[in-house]
Structure formats: C-alpha cells, structure tokens
C-alpha cells in the first residue's frame, strides 16, 4: 500500500530592511527553510497555504518553486507597517510512502556462543 502526501517546505527567507519611502534596503540575514506542513492532496495545499501566506500566487518559476514576499515585524510577524521585508523561497514536494514490512529486512547472521 503506498501512500501520497504533499509537503511545503520553506527552502529560504531572504530579508532586508523596509520603508514605505525607500523600498526594500540594505540586507540583514539569511534564515533556513522549514517544513509548514503536510497534506494529503495538492487541493488542500491549495486551500491551506494562504493561510500561512496571505496573498500567496500559485505561479512557478521553472524549477517549480513559489516565491513570496512579506512585509514583518521585528518578531516576524506579518505587519504592513513592519521594518522589515522577507522573500520566501517555498517548494510544494509529492512524498510516495510504503509501510515498512520489520520482517521483511534483511538480518544479520549471529553467531552462536554456546
């Protein structure tokens, strides 16, 4: 029996300062990636990511990863009057799984002591 999910995967967050006046500024940091979640079909993907997302448009680029901007604030939070401004760089992967079968793996020979 093989099992089908989709996972979202934050690859990067790339984030600099922000104002309203001058735009995106001068680079702060880098953050890795994370795992936002598991679903079991690319329509709840769908459904769900705008959720962690606000406003997030379901355009690829051609290695097939969703890229999204956020204005935050200092604790990373969504806020349109925030300093800070983040690019996310999301992949949305299909996960196959079977059931592992423990009896079915190879064993090693043990030798006997006795």
């Known amino acids: 029996m093989t099992r089908t999910s989709y996972v979202v995967r934050v690859l990067d967050m790339t984030v600099h300062r922000w104002s309203d006046e001058e735009g995106q500024g ?3 940091c880098s953050k890795c990636g994370y795992d936002v979640g598991w679903w079991q079909n690319v329509e709840d993907v769908k459904a769900e990511l705008p959720e962690h997302f606000p406003g997030i448009e379901f355009e690829q680029d051609e290695d ?4 999204y ?3 935050e604030d200092e604790n990373a939070w969504a806020d349109e009057n925030g300093e800070f401004i983040v690019d996310y760089v999301i992949v949305v992967e ?3 799984t079977s059931p592992v079968i423990f009896d079915a ?10």
């Open 26 to 28: 001068d680079y702060v």
């Open 94 to 96: 299909k996960l196959q």
């Open 105 to 114: 793996l190879p064993r090693e020979e043990e030798e006997c002591s006795c």
């Open 64 to 67: 097939g990863r969703l890229n």
């Open 69 to 71: 901007c956020q204005i």
